[in-house]
């Protein structure tokens, strides 16, 4: 029974293996009728290389700032009586802006006046002395001594009727000064105190500040290599974050004449005009100074440099083969780079699909494709042949 039963288990195995055997035939016959699907090639897309004129820049943030502000407070001690205007009204050289209430000015000019007064009669009656001793001192009635006292007289009474005269117009002036005047043309930027505040030293402080917008600055920081190369009437370009994609273009007016000595930087200022008020103080952004311009340079967008062993290098097109070439950056300006060396207007590189090839790679092509929507690219003013697309910085390529 037990020898059956092994008889019958081999059987059963033997029959099993030529099953196995028979259909791994039956797939080989398959596969070679059917015969062998090869990879097809990387798809990548391709742009022109071509030339634009390349402004060398210094670059640093900045914030916009008045040309000129003025705190506007009293000289005077006293009481806020009023006040004429409010934040955002535009104001003229001169014009009223606050009343103050002086303490006990208005009795120190009374008493300054009733002292003038006093100098004045004892002025009047040192000079009728005088002319008296000079017409009875020929006849030896006066002596000399006597007229020498007159001279004197007179001379004492003249300086204190000055010192007199000088104190009511210090109180008057004083005084005048409760009258509070805008000192420039402006516009109200910050209301400060309100009627019934103590203004005037020591304690009180500003009123009202005005600036001047129709004309702002900003300052650039310029580093000490880069100084020699700024020089007064140098065009420059501010751009600001809360109005993109909108530059706003100056020149450089003024340099500082020595360098900070914590950034070891070099404040320039360049100043914009903003006739209708678009521009207010304070709005930061980006300044650049021109310094000089690369003309009928050859540009790439930034994605197709990649960076290997701190070179760069980019995928030129050869036919339907990519070549791997070295290349010499330039100015970056984020989406797009210039090309010192290693390029040639015209000649098509490789701006998506790198990650896949190699150098020798054969490829299929689509030209001039935004890499990232998918949309056709068209041509852009500001170059000559194809636009450089929108991309990310340049990637890395271990």
Same mark, same amino acid.
């Given at each position: 029974?037990?020898?059956?039963?092994?008889?019958?288990?081999?059987?059963?195995?033997?029959? $099993?293996?030529? %099953?196995?055997?028979?259909?791994?035939?039956?797939?080989?016959?398959?596969?070679?009728?059917?015969?062998?699907?090869?990879?097809?090639?990387?798809?990548?897309?391709?742009?022109?290389?071509?030339?634009?004129?390349?402004?060398?820049?210094?670059?640093?943030?900045?914030?916009?700032?008045?040309?000129?502000?003025?705190? %506007?407070?009293?000289?005077?001690?006293?009481?806020?009586?009023?006040?004429?205007?409010?934040?955002?009204?535009?104001?003229?050289?001169?014009?009223?802006?606050?009343?103050?209430?002086?303490?006990?000015?208005?009795?120190?000019?009374?008493?300054?006046?009733?002292?003038?007064?006093?100098?004045?009669?004892?002025?009047?009656?040192?000079?009728?002395?005088?002319?008296?001793?000079?017409?009875? $001192?020929?006849?030896?009635?006066?002596?000399?001594?006597?007229?020498?006292?007159?001279?004197?007289?007179? $001379?004492?009474?003249?300086?204190?009727?000055?010192?007199?005269?000088?104190?009511?117009?210090?109180?008057?002036?004083?005084?005048?000064?409760?009258?509070?005047?805008?000192?420039?043309?402006?516009?109200?930027?910050?209301?400060?105190?309100?009627?019934?505040?103590?203004?005037?030293?020591?304690?009180?402080?500003?009123?009202?500040?005005?600036?001047?917008?129709?004309?702002?600055?900003?300052?650039?920081?310029?580093?000490?290599?880069?100084?020699?190369?700024?020089?007064?009437?140098?065009?420059?370009?501010?751009?600001?974050?809360?109005?993109?994609?909108?530059?706003?273009?100056?020149?450089?007016?003024?340099?500082?004449?020595?360098?900070?000595?914590?950034?070891?930087?070099?404040?320039?200022?360049?100043?914009?005009?903003?006739?209708?008020?678009?521009?207010?103080?304070?709005?930061?952004?980006?300044?650049?100074?021109?310094?000089?311009?690369?003309?009928?340079?050859?540009?790439?967008?930034?994605?197709?440099?990649?960076?290997?062993?701190?070179?760069?290098?980019?995928?030129?097109?050869?036919?339907?083969?990519?070549?791997?070439?070295?290349?010499?950056?330039? %100015?970056?300006?984020?989406?797009?780079?210039?090309?010192?060396?290693?390029?040639?207007?015209?000649?098509?590189?490789?701006?998506?699909?790198?990650?896949?090839?190699?150098?020798?790679?054969?490829?299929?092509?689509?030209?001039?494709?935004?890499?990232?929507?998918?949309?056709?690219?068209?041509?852009?003013?500001?170059?000559?042949?194809?636009?450089?697309?929108?991309?990310?910085?340049?990637?890395?390529?271990?």
């Amino acid at each position: 029974m037990r020898d059956r039963r092994r008889t019958v288990l081999g059987g059963l195995s033997r029959g $099993a293996a030529i %099953v196995a055997l028979a259909l791994v035939a039956a797939c080989s016959k398959s596969d070679g009728a059917g015969g062998a699907k090869s990879r097809p090639p990387p798809l990548v897309v391709v742009t022109k290389v071509t030339t634009r004129d390349v402004p060398v820049e210094v670059r640093a943030p900045v914030e916009l700032r008045a040309l000129e502000q003025a705190d %506007v407070g009293s000289k005077t001690l006293g009481v806020l009586d009023a006040v004429f205007v409010d934040r955002g009204d535009k104001v003229k050289r001169g014009q009223l802006v606050a009343l103050v209430r002086p303490s006990d000015l208005p009795d120190q000019l009374t008493a300054a006046r009733g002292t003038l007064a006093n100098t004045q009669a004892s002025l009047a009656l040192a000079r009728q002395n005088f002319d008296r001793a000079s017409k009875l $001192a020929p006849s030896g009635v006066v002596s000399q001594q006597e007229l020498a006292n007159a001279t004197a007289a007179v $001379a004492q009474a003249e300086a204190q009727q000055a010192a007199a005269q000088a104190q009511v117009s210090a109180l008057a002036v004083r005084l005048g000064e409760t009258r509070i005047d805008a000192p420039m043309d402006g516009i109200v930027s910050v209301r400060r105190l309100d009627p019934g505040a103590i203004v005037g030293p020591p304690g009180g402080g500003a009123i009202v500040t005005i600036v001047q917008i129709d004309k702002l600055r900003v300052f650039i920081p310029v580093t000490e290599r880069e100084v020699a190369k700024i020089k007064l009437g140098l065009e420059a370009r501010v751009e600001l974050d809360a109005l993109p994609n909108r530059p706003f273009l100056g020149k450089v007016s003024k340099m500082a004449p020595v360098l900070d000595p914590s950034t070891r930087t070099l404040d320039v200022e360049v100043r914009l005009t903003n006739p209708d008020g678009e521009l207010r103080p304070g709005m930061f952004g980006h300044g650049a100074i021109i310094t000089e311009v690369h003309p009928h340079a050859p540009v790439v967008p930034a994605s197709a440099v990649l960076l290997s062993d701190n070179k760069s290098f980019v995928y030129v097109l050869s036919g339907d083969k990519v070549q791997r070439r070295a290349v010499e950056i330039g %100015v970056d300006e984020g989406t797009w780079v210039e090309i010192k060396g290693g390029l040639r207007e015209g000649e098509e590189i490789v701006t998506a699909g790198a990650d896949s090839i190699s150098d020798g790679t054969t490829v299929r092509v689509q030209r001039d494709l935004d890499p990232y929507t998918g949309a056709k690219l068209t041509a852009s003013p500001s170059t000559s042949g194809t636009a450089v697309p929108p991309s990310a910085p340049p990637s890395q390529r271990n």
